[in-house]
Structures are given as structure tokens and as C-alpha cells.
């Protein structure tokens, strides 16, 4: 089974794939999970999935905030 979700750049995001072996008449149950972070692949398999790309999220979003809270802070200083 192959699962993603259509995007614009990448054309596709999260995609994942899972090895499912039914007999006629047989269910499964898969959960997916897209990726936090668009370039990572999504989870597929059975439930509960973590959630995939968080770290390489928290790697980017982090410095960033943390940046725009020293330039807010000098600018503080700056015009008082």
C-alpha cells in the first residue's frame, strides 16, 4: 500500500508505503500519519503512529523563534 498527500512543491508529501498481505475477505486497519515537516516521509502502519519529521521541525523552527526573540529584544533596548 502506498499513501501521500498531493502538494505543490514536492508534488507529493509524506509519502509511505506498508507490505499488506490479506486473504479474500480479510480487513486490516492502517493509520497514516503525514509528516511535521514536508520533506520528511509519513508513517503507515498499525495504530498508534508517531509523528514523523518533529525533530528535523524542531531543528529549523527553533532557532528561528529564538532569533526573532533576541531581535525583538534589542530592538526594545534600542528605542527605549
Same mark, same amino acid.
Given at each position: %500500500?502506498? @499513501?501521500?498527500?498531493? !502538494?505543490?512543491?514536492? !508534488?507529493? *508529501?509524506?509519502?509511505?508505503?506498508?507490505? *499488506?498481505?490479506?486473504?479474500? /475477505? &480479510? #480487513?486490516? &486497519?492502517? &493509520?497514516?500519519?503525514?509528516? %511535521?515537516?514536508?520533506? !520528511?516521509? /509519513?508513517? =503507515? /502502519?498499525?495504530?498508534?503512529?508517531?509523528?514523523?519529521?518533529? /525533530?528535523?521541525? +524542531?531543528? @529549523? @523552527? #527553533?532557532? %528561528?523563534? +529564538?532569533? +526573532? $526573540? @533576541? $531581535? *525583538?529584544?534589542?530592538? *526594545?533596548? =534600542? =528605542? !527605549?
Amino acid at each position: %500500500m502506498h @499513501v501521500h498527500l498531493p !502538494s505543490a512543491f514536492p !508534488s507529493q *508529501v509524506g509519502a509511505a508505503d506498508a507490505a *499488506v498481505w490479506l486473504r479474500p /475477505g &480479510e #480487513t486490516v &486497519e492502517l &493509520e497514516y500519519r503525514a509528516p %511535521m515537516w514536508a520533506f !520528511s516521509r /509519513g508513517a =503507515l /502502519g498499525p495504530a498508534p503512529q508517531k509523528w514523523p519529521g518533529r /525533530g528535523a521541525l +524542531l531543528a @529549523v @523552527v #527553533t532557532p %528561528m523563534i +529564538l532569533a +526573532l $526573540f @533576541v $531581535f *525583538v529584544f534589542f530592538l *526594545v533596548r =534600542l =528605542l !527605549s
